[in-house]
């Protein structure tokens, strides 16, 4: 069993910034990849950003630049910096950890309860 705590969420003003933290606990040999997704209402999950266990990252257009994510391996820790929110990037943010549980098995996702921001004036 794998567990994922999310914390950070909340409410924002527009141009302000929240940083959000995703601890992994339980059954993990090691993670390959942690990442961040977001779902507003009406519309389907999507990737915000994604960083894998040798610091490679990628990210959604609509982050790039306002964006960053960083990961604390020794912790099985990832975080997700957000500068310059936006009233779009009201969602609420789930993290996501492809987990390998032995040596040689492969990797499962596994994902956060989830956690609400709102940027709002």
């Known amino acids: 069993q794998v567990q994922l705590v999310e914390s950070g969420g909340g409410l924002v003003q527009p141009g302000g910034s929240l940083r959000l933290s995703c601890a992994a606990s339980g059954s993990i040999f090691s993670i390959h990849a942690m990442g961040w997704y977001r779902q507003a209402p009406g519309k389907e999950r999507e990737l915000v950003a994604r960083i894998t266990s040798g610091g490679s990252t990628n990210y959604a257009d609509s982050v790039k630049g306002r964006f960053t994510i960083s990961r604390d391996n020794a912790k099985n820790t990832v975080y997700l910096q957000m500068n310059s929110l936006k009233p779009e990037d009201t969602a609420v943010y789930y993290c996501?950890?492809?987990?390998?549980?032995?040596?040689?098995?492969?990797?499962?996702?596994?994902w956060g309860q989830g956690t609400q921001i709102t940027v709002s004036s």
């Open positions: 996501d950890a492809v987990v390998l549980h032995t040596p040689h098995s492969d990797g499962y996702h596994h």
